[in-house]
């Protein structure tokens, strides 16, 4: 072996392992662009989709408010500047696209992680990723057919007619302001109810315990009515119909935790019979 192999060869074997250290990084990067360009892609088209039917989709969040008024009433909604009205339906056909293309961005994150995944793993991290959009669904739906027609009927018993010295005090609801309203009580349900997917990873990732959980109920309760104060307007109907489900939820997540632990045992007492 001459000396210049001697010398050059160790330092090829280093450039050979520095590359193929770097290969695997690119080939993620690159998935990683493709995955969120799709992503990205799917919102686009469902925003463009979206924004056409923007007038009718604000129609339907509108509905709970025309009910409680009466489809006949002559009531109005108005904007106060030149571009609200757009801006606003720009809003709704955004927030109405995220939702319309979440099942394409959840299976783009399930593709991009999966690869990395044992078998087992795989079988776990899927089920929260469809528990995910039902849950918020369902939140979303709660407020919808439920928290909405309470609320507006709750805040609509301040209007008063006007009489002799006095004048009318009419609700006249502007449309950016309503349509934030809904979406931040919308939003405020669906995550809320993520709350039994949070707590049953955290029990599969041992950070949380279903002995953990009901030391801590006084506390999660407590927190609970707080969290539903900020979240939700301020009248005591909206905060309670958010404040129960959601206690109702984390007694559910002491159910799947205990599951998790019985399958964790499970798993450990088959590895320890193996092994003998």
């Known amino acids: 072996m001459t000396d210049s ?3 050059g060869g160790p330092d090829e074997d280093a450039f050979d392992a520095v590359e193929e250290g770097k290969q695997p990084l690119l080939v993620h990067l690159i998935e990683l662009r493709n995955r969120l360009l799709y992503s990205v892609a799917a919102i686009f088209f469902a925003f463009i989709f979206c924004f056409i039917f923007a007038e009718d989709i604000y129609a339907v969040l509108m509905q709970p408010l025309v009910d409680v008024l009466g489809a006949d009433s002559g009531r109005r909604m108005i904007f106060t500047a030149l571009h609200e009205a757009f801006f606003t339906y720009i809003k709704v056909a955004f927030w109405a696209a ?10 783009q994150i399930y593709m991009f992680v999966a690869p ?4 087992n793993e795989k079988g ?72 039994p ?10 950070l949380a315990t279903s002995s953990g959980l009901r030391a801590k109920r006084k506390y999660a309760i407590v927190g609970v009515f707080v969290v539903a104060a900020i979240v939700t307007p301020p009248d005591p109907i909206s ?11 984390y007694e559910i997540s002491i159910f799947c935790a205990v599951y998790v632990e019985k399958k964790r045992r ?4 088959a590895a320890d019979a193996a092994a003998q």
Do not use: H, R
């Open 98 to 107: 995220f939702i319309l293309a979440f099942p394409i961005i959840a299976s």
């Open 116 to 119: 990395g995944l044992y078998e």
């Open 5 to 7: 192999a001697k010398i």
């Open 124 to 195: 776990a991290f899927l089920p929260f990723l469809v528990a995910t959009p039902i849950l918020f669904l369902i939140g979303g739906s709660m407020v919808y057919f439920m928290v909405m027609p309470l609320a507006w009927e709750f805040f609509l018993s301040f209007e008063t007619l006007g009489s002799d010295g006095d004048l009318a005090i009419q609700l006249e609801p502007k449309v950016n302001e309503y349509l934030s309203l809904v979406m931040k009580l919308i939003f405020a349900f669906g995550l809320c109810f993520q709350l």
């Open 266 to 269: 499970q798993k450990e007492a």
């Open 239 to 249: 905060q309670l119909t958010l404040a129960i489900p959601i206690i109702i939820l």
């Open 197 to 206: 997917v949070l707590l049953t990873l955290l029990a599969k990732v041992g």
